[in-house]
C-alpha cells in the first residue's frame, strides 16, 4: 500500500495516541510534504511550553518522530505546490491542508500511480476525496 501521510497520522503514532490509523502496518511506501516535518515538531514544542512533556518525555518524542520521518519520503515545497495551494480547491481547506493537498495531487500527476491520502483531519479528507483521491483514517 502506497500512502501519502498528513501530520494527524504521524503524530497519533509518534505521541502513542489511540485510534491511530489501523492500516499502518500495510503501508510499504509513504510519502508527504516537506510541511509535515514542521507540523511534527512544532506540535511536539507546544506540548513543551505547555508543560505537557518533562524534557526525556520530549527527547522520547522527539527520538520516535525522527525515526518516522526517516523512513518516509519527503517531497520539496516548490513554487509549483505553493502556487497550486493558493488557488481553490473543491471544499474548503485551510492553509497547510492545501499545501499537503496541492503536495499529493502534484505528486500524482507527475507519476500517475495509485496511492491513498491518510488523514485523520476531516477537511482534508473530504477535499481529498473531491479530487478523486482514495482516503484512510478518517
Avoid at 499502518?24 to 511534527?40: G, P
Avoid at 520530549?58 to 515545497?77: C, D, T, V
Avoid at 500524482?108 to 495509485?114: D, S
Amino acid at each position: 500500500m502506497n500512502c501519502y501521510l498528513d501530520s494527524s497520522v504521524v503524530m497519533r503514532r509518534v505521541l502513542l495516541q489511540s485510534k491511530s490509523l489501523p492500516q499502518w502496518d500495510k503501508i510499504q511506501t509513504s510519502f508527504s510534504s516537506r510541511l509535515l516535518r514542521l507540523e511534527c515538531l512544532r506540535t511536539l514544542d507546544r506540548y513543551r511550553v505547555l508543560g505537557q512533556f518533562s524534557d526525556e518525555a520530549l527527547a522520547n518524542q522527539r527520538g520516535r518522530l525522527e525515526k518516522y520521518l526517516s523512513s518516509i519520503g519527503i517531497l520539496p515545497l516548490t513554487d509549483h505546490i505553493l502556487r497550486r495551494a493558493e488557488e481553490p480547491f473543491a471544499t474548503s481547506v485551510g492553509s497547510l491542508d492545501s499545501i499537503h493537498l496541492a503536495t499529493a495531487l502534484a505528486w500524482q500527476e507527475m507519476h500517475g500511480r495509485t496511492f491513498l491520502l491518510a488523514t485523520h483531519d476531516q477537511a482534508l479528507a473530504l477535499a481529498g476525496r473531491a479530487h478523486g483521491l482514495d482516503v484512510i483514517g478518517v
